[in-house]
């Protein structure tokens, strides 16, 4: 009796090891779709230091760079391998007006950039520098024009200085300003958020003058526009239904604007927040999924075809900015939160890829979900470029459809959340990518993942995960949060598993089983 109690009481002095248990099922017989590379797009505003000083210092800088790009951000950026990159706004894009960023740089005009805090913009990075850089990177540039305070042959100009091969006075302008060869956009953006700061529009009154823009937006030489229109914020599906029978065919594709922001007027901050915190942000964020399937069902409806794209051209989390930074610059620091945020909405994107064709999460540096941060010469990758690094193998890959089946989570607010979240891809090679995330703070998870006829076996995984959930990286400690070679996955008969401890993101390589 007394060896019994023993043995209790020592039992009862063990820490608990709490592990859960989920199941993929990989479905490959169901029909499937590409990942539209351009889901892992980025979007860059004349905002606070996103452009200058996060991406661009000018050749005479101190700082090591290459035509007046930094070094360091260029590195890093090619390792992501940027599809598209958006800009110059953002609210600021209806107040840009192009000419003003183009010629010498030091006779350039100056102008106040009212909407973000004030700071004199020098133009100085314009539309040379912007395209240059999209062509350094290898992405595609989307641009975003200015239809709230621009006139309609301004925004014309701007097509024709760009991508006319002709022998016409723009396209001479812009040969002698340097660029002979015109340059290929294809992504073209006609306003941003004309229900918001880019006008305050119906959308009656802006599908309309959609249409008359959009008329002279032309296609030069061989050069094609993929035509952006303004699309809804959230739930507003009245701005879908009218853009969609207003509109319809002269638009390409839709904007979506969503950010993962619980309660406006007290966003929280983006290093100190609790568990309750953390869960809240996760369902908000996971509401991305509904958002998108609400403008889909109207468009499932209108456009059977899928002839028009929805486009989600802002998203990301939004936290108050950093004590003792300039307002109005939307500073804010990055954790292994914001890695889930990224993680799961990804995963989103996947799942709606035949209607979702680019996703651009704000910003490239420096501003609201960053993918670096900057400080003079120093720069620090963010847990969220760690999860566009880790997962751009899906990057152009078919969707390889799954049903997850894990515990459930209830978030403070009664939202139903899963502990495991999952998506998987096969790429032109054959080769299969299998991205999880365990969202629970406290338990790790065994994971069985079905192949059901897929023929594979492991190859190789990498790992995301650290002591906190908020854990982030600073200019003393750059290295908190980083990706690590991951072990906890072993192949079966036609399964696998793996073991992820709590609050990780892994990616799994999986080879065709006869190589
Ligand atoms: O990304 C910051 C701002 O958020 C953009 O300028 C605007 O389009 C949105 O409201």
Avoid at 199 to 222: I, K, L, S, V, W
Wanted: one cysteine or more; hydrophobic letters at 35%; glycine letters at 8%.
């Amino acid at each position: 009796m007394k060896k019994i109690l023993t043995l209790a009481a020592l039992l009862a002095c063990l820490p608990i090891v709490a592990q859960e248990n989920a199941i993929i099922d990989l479905q490959p017989q169901k029909e499937t779709w590409r990942i539209e590379k351009e889901i892992y797009g980025h979007f860059s505003e004349h905002l606070g230091t996103c452009i200058y000083g996060g991406v661009w210092v000018g050749p005479d800088s101190p700082i090591p760079n290459t035509m007046g790009y930094r070094n360091d951000v260029l590195e890093a950026l090619k390792q992501l391998q940027i599809p598209v990159l958006r800009w110059p706004g953002g609210c600021f894009a209806d107040e840009y007006h192009w000419r003003d960023g183009i010629g010498p740089r030091q006779l350039r005009p100056k102008m106040i950039n009212t909407h973000w805090g004030g700071t004199v913009e020098d133009n100085s990075f314009g539309t040379h520098e912007f395209l240059n850089l999209c062509e350094l990177l290898g992405c595609e540039p989307y641009i975003s024009a200015n239809l709230g305070s621009g006139t309609v042959e301004e925004m014309a100009d701007w097509v024709e200085y760009m991508t006319s091969p002709a022998d016409s006075p723009l396209a001479n302008l812009r040969r002698e300003n340097g660029r002979d060869e015109p340059w290929k956009v294809k992504y073209f953006g006609v306003g941003n958020e004309s229900w918001g700061c880019g006008g305050n529009m119906r959308p009656e009154f802006y599908a309309d003058q959609y249409r008359r823009y959009a008329t002279y937006c032309r296609n030069f030489g061989d050069n094609r526009l993929f035509k952006i229109a303004v699309g809804p914020s959230d739930f507003d599906v009245n701005w879908t239904e009218v853009m969609m029978e207003r509109v319809g065919r002269r638009m390409n594709g839709l904007s979506v604007h969503f950010y993962t922001v619980y309660n406006w007027n007290a966003k929280g901050s983006a290093t100190k927040f609790t568990p309750d915190d953390y869960y809240r942000t996760l369902g908000k964020c996971l509401d991305i999924d509904k958002v998108i399937q609400s403008h889909r069902t109207i468009m499932d409806r209108t456009d059977p075809d899928q002839r028009i794209s929805i486009m989600v051209d802002e998203w990301g989390t939004w936290w108050d900015e950093e004590p003792g930074t300039v307002r109005g610059h939307l500073y804010q620091q990055n954790t292994m939160r914001d890695a889930f945020v990224a993680a799961l909405s990804l995963m989103v994107f996947h799942k709606h890829g035949e209607r979702v064709k680019m996703a651009n999460i704000a910003q490239l540096a420096n501003v609201l979900q960053a993918m670096v941060l900057t400080k003079d010469d120093k720069m620090v990758l963010t847990p969220t470029y760690h999860v566009f690094e880790m997962f751009k193998v899906h990057q152009d890959a078919d969707f390889m459809p799954l049903e997850v089946n894990s515990p459930d989570l209830v978030t403070p607010d009664k939202k139903v959340i899963q502990s495991v979240y999952a998506t998987a891809s096969v790429n032109q090679k054959g080769t299969m990518h299998i991205s999880l995330a365990n969202v629970s703070l406290d338990r790790s998870c065994e994971v069985t993942v079905n192949l059901n006829g897929a023929q594979y076996k492991e190859s190789s995984g990498r790992i995301l995960t650290s002591g906190e959930i908020s854990d982030h990286n600073d200019f003393d400690h750059p290295h908190t949060v980083k990706p690590e070679p991951y072990t906890g996955m072993k192949s079966g008969k036609d399964f696998l598993t793996l073991t992820m401890p709590a609050k990780s993101i892994v990616t799994v390589e999986l080879v065709p089983a006869g190589k």
